[in-house]
T-cell receptor
Framework: GAGVSQSPSNKVTEKGKDVELRCDPI?????LYWYRQSLGQGLEFLIY????????KSGLPSDRFSAERTGGSVSTLTIQRTQQEDSAVYLC???????????????FGPGTRLTVL | QKEVEQNSGPLSVPEGAIASLNCTYS??????FFWYRQYSGKSPELIMF????GDKEDGRFTAQLNKASQYVSLLIRDSQPSDSATYLC?????????FGQGTELSVKP
């Protein structure tokens, strides 16, 4: 079956513009995660959706960042008034389990490379 | 202190040698641990997971977990140039994975 897909693969924008990044998780996966990876760095957790529960937004770096998940499937990460420090690869992952499970393999999408000029 | 810590490397080993990658974690409530491999410009892919103390072997890979010491390691036997990548350790305390910053491994022919 299809894996996690993300679009666009690359996005170049000007400072101050808003951007939307999209993630299509694996069908049937109830948990969806957004991470940010700056050049040469590890994965920085941003936000986590599990089913119909309230999302865990504890990793969002500022109120310019927001995300939603419609119908328990597709998710959109929105960055308002982009800054140069927002330049990074934004990775989405999904899994079939979440809170309360002892095992949680996350499958990653190819990422969106965001460049803010 | 970071929740999951790894040496950033780079760790350089000759082809055929054993590569040893180490990780420590701070949350004693972590239930399971994951090793992901990430090639340059690619997404992370799962290599192994472990949730019981001791060793878990899968082919050339062995994961080791010591919950008392809050220590996880990954051994790669007979290292190949194709193993050259960044290896990410992650702890799962429930909900989300907590990733370390990754260790870059270089296997020299």
């Amino acid at each position: 079956g299809a894996g996690v897909s993300q679009s666009p693969s690359n996005k170049v924008t000007e400072k101050g513009k808003d951007v939307e990044l999209r993630c299509d998780p694996i069908s049937g996966h109830t948990a969806l995660y957004w991470y940010r990876q700056s050049l040469g760095q590890g994965l920085e957790f941003l936000i986590y959706f599990q089913g119909n529960s309230a999302p865990d937004k504890s990793g969002l770096p500022s109120d310019r960042f927001s995300a939603e998940r419609t119908g328990g499937s597709v998710s959109t990460l929105t960055i308002q008034r982009t800054q140069q420090e927002d330049s990074a690869v934004y990775l989405c992952a999904s899994s079939s389990s979440g809170w309360g499970f002892s095992y949680n393999e996350q499958f990653f999408g190819p990422g969106t490379r965001l460049t803010v000029l | 202190q970071k929740e999951v810590e790894q040496n950033s490397g780079p760790l350089s080993v000759p082809e055929g040698a054993i590569a040893s990658l180490n990780c420590t974690y701070s949350d004693r409530g972590s239930q399971s641990f994951f090793w992901y491999r990430q090639y340059s410009g690619k997404s992370p892919e799962l290599i192994m997971f472990i949730y019981s103390n001791g060793d878990k072997e899968d082919g050339r890979f062995t994961a080791q977990l010591n919950k008392a010491s809050q220590y996880v390691s990954l051994l790669i036997r007979d290292s190949q140039p194709s193993d050259s990548a960044t290896y990410l350790c992650a702890a799962y305390p429930g909900g989300k994975l907590i990733f370390g910053q990754g260790t870059e491994l270089s296997v020299k022919p």
